[in-house]
T-cell receptor
């Protein structure tokens, strides 16, 4: 079983839709959770960074962590064509290596 | 803002060549990482370094080596390039401690012919 599971999509939504991206994980020791956005032919860019359970909001983006279910989500409100990218989840145990999902490809159609 | 710079965006080399990929970060980060990214496989860790002159093998170190002579620079070396090393190579850095996130460069798309 992989440490981190992420549905690869692709996901296609109309402009203005609410997007939900998700990852599940198996290691209950993970404490730090991240979402990265990767545009085509570019490196991953840190989008959201959270510690332990709960929600974090930044503009149109909300990250949720449910440690009891080993499930994390990224919500994008009022999605824009510029949000079209691959989204990677990542998580870590302090002082140890990171584990990444394989990424979900998102297209927002104008 | 953190800046991680990879020396080449695109590189084409021939099998058997020795290939050097360079990465420089400007935030005085202790930890640096090299990954390769392939469709369907995601990011796979090749090597990482906790500090200058320190290196640790990741999940797929075979056929690669690294060098970290200065804190800001981390080099990945393909000793004798093979076609199965054609990939996107990503460098990342982070501050030591806790769960500090990694910051990535824009990658080097390497083709081995």
């Amino acid at each position: 079983q992989k440490e981190v599971e992420q549905d690869p999509g692709p996901l296609s939504v109309p402009e203005g839709a609410i997007v939900s991206l998700n990852c599940t994980y198996s290691n209950s020791a993970f404490q730090y959770f991240m979402w990265y956005r990767q545009y085509s032919r570019k490196g991953p860019e840190l989008l959201m960074y959270t510690y332990s359970s709960g929600n974090k909001e930044d503009g149109r983006f909300t990250a949720q962590v449910d440690k009891s279910s080993k499930y994390i989500s990224l919500f994008i409100r009022d999605s824009q064509p510029s949000d079209s990218a691959t989204y990677l989840c990542a998580m870590s145990v302090p002082g140890n290596q990171f584990y990444f999902g394989t990424g979900t490809s998102l297209t927002v159609i104008p | 803002d953190v800046k991680v710079t990879q020396s080449s965006r695109y590189l084409v080399k021939r099998t058997g060549e020795k290939v050097f990929l360079e990465c420089v970060q400007d935030m005085d980060h202790e930890n640096m990482f090299w990954y390769r990214q392939d469709p369907g496989l995601g990011l796979r860790l090749i090597y990482f370094s906790y500090d200058v002159k320190m290196k640790e093998k990741g999940d797929i170190p075979e056929g690669y080596s690294v060098s970290r002579e200065k804190k800001e620079r981390f080099s990945l070396i393909l000793e004798s390039a093979s076609t199965n090393q054609t990939s996107m190579y990503l460098c990342a850095s982070r501050n030591r401690g806790g769960g500090q996130p990694q910051h990535f460069g824009d990658g080097t798309r390497l083709s081995i012919l």
